[in-house]
């Protein structure tokens, strides 16, 4: 086999590829039995018809259409390893000579990865905001948590913002009441953000017993999207009343005895939030700064996936919050033109940070174990909800374990540029990524000096893992369960301690 590759644009090739015809005897045997399954000759049992009748039932032409598209495949698979390209998305195929008993040759055009090179980022200045709880935080978070322990009391007077109102609500268009648009005895606060256009209007100043119409657009229903005239009647108003912020009140609501103890917690709990956040944005921000520095042609069918995989995930969470892509847009203050906008420069800027981190990863030749994938997928699992288990089983089974690969290997892409770039704060403070994330573990001064002592080889020789780069899909499944195992002894053993104190 004999293959050229020609370069129709930095992201997109055409190869050429010429098949000896003696290559394709394989899959006209192949053929031949496939077809002689199909037809019924007179004299020969299914599957036992000699070739010649077969070219005489349906044909020489027949036949070797069946085996081209058989060969096909395999042949362009080895083509594309043998010139080492890192293709996307699916090839246009043509077959452009086929001789009986001579030659064959097709064309294949396919969108590839760019080669480029990854500029340098050893001390690449990074900015992150600063990690400084203040009174006024602390104070916002406890009146989130006071608001849980809030009490309603009726009042006698009229409603107004920040009161909770009991509600009926009826719609109506050109006279005819619109059914799944009415409901009774609904509980809503006025004020609240995101609710039925011109409902806070019509409830503010209204007392128990009076109602009131206005026109507005209903959001749901089978009537969505029409205009409508909408009818409240208020039931009862009640005012949210806080438990004070004291003693008593971080014994109801903690295991804390004062609000001192309360409130210390509340700081804490927030200054590793802002850590967490300080590191997020540190890989967010590092790529970011990366991708400044270089410029990378974009095949546009990579980007058109990109921003169809966006809005297919966006239309599925406006689905579940029950709202139209035309109420979000109204919502955030945008145009079509202006969302569309947006969301192309982020699919392209997401396609530029995989294709470095890729390039990365293949410069520095990353591997990844079968450690670091059942990690990933127990951490993946508990985001969603899942057994690790079940989830690996999934992925093994329709084929993701490569795409999973893909990913890990990005992220201890982007795990390498955060190491070596300068982050600092707003203020100036640079900061140290691993003692951040020691502080958040709760890692002790002691603990770290053993850390410390292990890697030197005082206290235990470390183990040496080789990477292989091999990935054992069972393997992911079945360490993927032991780790989730792992993780449920150690809360067992922590509740079970807890107990004891």
Same mark, same amino acid.
């Given at each position: ?16 590829? $010429? ?61 594309? $390893? ?177 609000? !001192? ?26 790529? $970011? ?14 980007? $058109? ?14 689905? %579940? ?72 089983? %999934? ?46 573990? &709760? ?11 292990? !890697? ?13 780069? !091999? ?25 079970? &301690?807890?107990?004891?104190?």
């Amino acid at each position: 086999m004999k293959t050229a590759v020609e370069e129709l644009t930095p992201t997109r090739v055409k190869l050429t590829i $010429e098949v000896p015809f003696e290559e394709l005897k394989p899959s006209l045997d192949k053929a031949y039995k496939e077809l002689a399954k199909q037809v019924r000759l007179k004299g020969f049992r299914p599957g036992k018809a000699p070739a010649r009748l077969i070219d005489q039932y349906v044909g020489r032409g027949a036949v070797l259409q069946e085996a081209v598209n058989d060969a096909l495949p395999g042949l362009y698979g080895a083509a594309i $390893e043998e010139k080492e390209l890192f293709v996307l998305g699916q090839p246009e195929v043509e077959v452009t000579k086929l001789d009986d008993g001579k030659e064959f040759e097709f064309t294949a055009e396919v969108d590839v990865r760019p080669t480029f090179e990854v500029p340098e980022y050893e001390g690449l200045p990074v900015t992150v905001d600063d990690a400084v709880v203040t009174d006024e935080e602390v104070a916002e978070t406890l009146d989130n948590l006071r608001e849980r322990f809030a009490t309603l009391t009726t009042v006698e007077r009229a409603a107004a913002e920040g009161d909770t109102a009991t509600i009926d609500l009826s719609a109506a268009i050109d006279g005819e009441t619109v059914e799944d648009a009415a409901t009774k005895g609904y509980s809503y606060e006025v004020g609240t953000e995101g609710a039925i256009e011109g409902l806070n209007e019509a409830i503010t100043g209204l007392s128990a017993g009076e109602s009131k119409t206005f026109t507005t657009t209903l959001v749901a229903g089978s009537r969505q999207g029409e205009e409508a005239e909408v009818t409240v009647t208020v039931q009862s108003v009640k005012v949210k009343e806080l438990p004070e912020a004291d003693d008593e009140f971080a014994q109801l609501a903690s295991e804390f005895d004062t609000i !001192e103890e309360l409130k210390d917690d509340v700081r804490r709990r927030l200054d590793r939030q802002k850590k967490m956040n300080q590191i997020g944005q540190a890989r967010d921000k590092a790529l $970011e700064a990366l991708l400044e520095k270089v410029e990378v042609p974009l095949p546009e069918s990579v980007v $058109e996936s990109e921003k169809s995989r966006r809005n297919e995930q966006l239309d599925q969470q406006l689905a %579940y919050a029950g709202l139209t892509r035309e109420a979000y847009l109204a919502e955030e203050e945008k145009t079509p033109e202006e969302f569309d906008a947006e969301l192309d420069e982020a699919a392209r800027k997401a396609v530029k940070g995989g294709f470095i981190l890729d390039q990365l990863a293949l410069t520095e030749e990353l591997g990844v174990e079968n450690e670091e994938l059942s990690e990933y997928v127990v951490s993946q699992a508990m985001q969603m909800n899942l057994p690790p288990q079940q989830l690996a089983q %999934y992925l093994t089974e329709n084929n993701q374990i490569p795409a999973l690969v893909a990913e890990v290997l990005r992220s201890k892409a982007l795990n390498l540029i955060v190491e070596h770039v300068k982050i600092s704060d707003e203020s100036g403070n640079e900061l140290d990524l691993e003692a951040l994330r020691r502080e958040i573990n &709760g890692e002790t001064a002691a603990e770290e000096a053993v850390e410390e002592a292990e !890697e030197t080889g005082e206290v235990a020789e470390a183990e040496v893992v080789e990477e292989t780069g !091999e990935v054992a899909e069972a393997e992911v499944v079945e360490e993927a369960g032991e780790s989730a195992e792992t993780a449920e002894a150690k809360d067992a053993e922590d509740e079970e &301690g807890s107990a004891k104190a």
